[in-house]
């Protein structure tokens, strides 16, 4: 059973960083699944804003390009996603989404998303 458990979230003043880590199991092959980070902030949709695909490609929504970065760590099965300049704006839920197989390119939707995780909370304070 493929289980996702997000950590790293928390308070920061706008202008700070933060790293968010995703640690997963039970994956047949963790290295090529295409996997990306979600978030929900109260009262809105769950919005995509990292991607990585099988390849190791990533894509980003443009609300947070140039300041998120997704990666990938195979041997420890963990996703990333380090955050930069942060925004009162960036204020959610985040969460981590498994594909459960492979694919070429971002899939930027969260219906074909089989496995997530619980999330962690970022909150930004101006």
């Known amino acids: 059973q493929v289980q996702l458990a997000e950590s790293g979230g928390g308070s920061v003043q706008s202008g700070g960083s933060l790293t968010l880590s995703c640690a997963a199991s039970g994956f047949i092959d963790y290295s090529r699944d295409c996997l990306a980070w979600f978030r929900q902030a109260p009262g809105k949709e769950r919005e995509g804003v990292s991607f990585?695909?099988?390849?190791?490609?990533?894509s980003y929504a443009s609300s947070v390009k140039g300041r998120f970065a997704i990666s990938r760590d195979s041997a420890k099965k963990t996703l990333l996603l380090q955050i930069n300049s942060l925004k009162p704006e960036d204020t959610a839920m985040y969460y981590c989404?498994?594909?459960?197989?492979?694919?070429?390119?971002?899939?930027?939707?969260?219906?074909?998303?089989?496995?997530w995780g619980q999330g962690t909370q970022v909150t930004v304070s101006s």
């Open positions: 989404a498994a594909l459960g197989h492979y694919c070429v390119g971002p899939v930027r939707v969260a219906d074909p998303y089989t496995s």
């Open positions: 990585i695909d099988s390849s190791g490609f990533t």
